[in-house]
């Protein structure tokens, strides 16, 4: 798993977490900026919520990316995540014939936009793709 590997599963942990909710809204308006106290919080607590802001900000940032792809080299992306997510290479598609390729291209064009958006140091892009 390379670094564009690692970005893209915060991508897919953060969007699989995303919940556009039904009809009407999560919260009530005049409560909408409220925050509880972390002084209660231990330690696990405290590092899940820091870690899922740092996926959502990742998310946020290659969201638009993804959708850039074609249609293949998105099937191909989610499915690659869906098997590094699950820790076994489980999941598969009809749709890409050719798998490793399409994922291959989809990181060849991630790969300068990631670089653009300094979520990847040019020095390092060298040995990624």
């Not at 925050?35 to 209660?40: A, P």
Request: charged share 25%.
């Amino acid at each position: 798993m390379d670094r564009i590997d690692e970005l893209l599963l915060d991508w897919y942990e953060w969007s699989q977490g995303y919940n556009p909710g039904t009809d009407y809204q999560a919260f009530d308006s005049t409560c909408a900026h409220f925050r509880s106290s972390r002084q209660w919080m231990d330690y696990e607590e405290l590092d899940a919520q820091v870690e899922w802001s740092r996926k959502k900000s990742v998310g946020k940032v290659i969201e638009p990316m993804i959708q850039k792809l074609d249609l293949r080299a998105r099937v191909a992306v989610n499915t690659a995540m869906r098997n590094f997510s699950s820790g076994a290479s489980v999941w598969s598609s009809v749709r890409v014939d050719a798998f490793d390729e399409d994922y291959a291209r989809a990181k060849l064009i991630l790969l300068p936009l990631m670089i653009g958006a300094g979520l990847i140091e040019r020095s390092m892009a060298k040995g990624l793709v």
